[in-house]
């Protein structure tokens, strides 16, 4: 188990250097999972239109408790090439919040938790 939690953790970092993109910053530092609809509402209440509607999906999934949903629409949005770079770094910190989420649930024997780690694994 061990081994699969350092694999995981591994990604989590891989993940988080992604989100950042190259350079001289370091990644984002996780927020509390609580924090992110704030945070999101911040960064995004100037977006475009398309953009907000990610932002908007992302809060939506994490308000009906749906991790993976959030954690997938999080890295879609990071991945945004008209992003600026506030909005980058809160969506960056946001998943990094929410996989550090499921990482715990899945530590703490959540079966859909695991189940997601690996297809993420499996789709890498």
Same mark, same amino acid.
């Given at each position: 188990m061990?081994?699969?939690l350092s694999a995981a953790f591994a990604a989590t970092l891989v993940s988080a250097l992604l989100l950042t993109g190259c350079g001289d910053k370091p990644a984002p530092e996780p927020i509390s999972t609580a924090e992110v609809p704030? &945070?999101?509402d911040a960064a995004f209440n100037s977006a475009s239109a398309? &953009?907000?509607a990610a932002a908007a999906a992302a809060k939506e999934a994490l308000q009906k408790d749906e991790q993976s949903l959030a954690l997938e629409a999080l890295e879609a949005l990071a991945r945004k090439s008209d992003l600026t770079p506030?909005?980058?770094d809160a969506a960056g910190k946001a998943a990094l919040s929410v996989r550090a989420g499921i990482l715990d649930a899945a530590n703490k024997g959540d079966?859909?938790?695991k189940a997601f780690i690996e297809e993420q694994r499996a789709r890498k």
């Open positions: 061990k081994i699969r704030k &945070t999101l398309e &953009t907000k506030e909005q980058r079966a859909a938790a």
